[in-house]
């Protein structure tokens, strides 16, 4: 019998390049990455997919993307006076980029 594999899956909305990238996360960590593997950490709208990400790399920064890993964070507990509440949940994506692509945040 024959193994059919099924289609990949398909982000429910079609998003723009600028949709799919909400910010790019330049923290302390990041930065060492960016130095040291040529990796970027980007914030990333929830209904994207890796492949949406890696489009939007390329087609904003001008770069060959060569991997893009992604996250699912959860929101934290966070108390205002006497109330206790939640930061969102949100997405994060880490790019590796090709030997002799860079992109600069600075």
Known sequence: MAHIT?????SPIELEPHQVLL??????KGVHRATRNNQYAFQIH???TKLDVKKAVETLFNVKVEKVRT?????????YRF???????????????GED???DFF
Not at 6 to 10: I, L, Q, R, S
Not at 23 to 28: F, I
């Open 71 to 79: 996250q699912t964070r959860k929101g934290k507990t966070r108390r």
């Open 23 to 28: 910010r790019p996360l330049v923290t302390e």
């Open 101 to 103: 692509h860079r992109i």
């Open 83 to 97: 109330r206790a509440g939640r930061t969102a949940d949100w997405k994060k994506a880490i790019v590796k980029l």
């Open 6 to 10: 099924p289609p990949a899956p398909t």
């Open 46 to 48: 929830r209904d994207a």
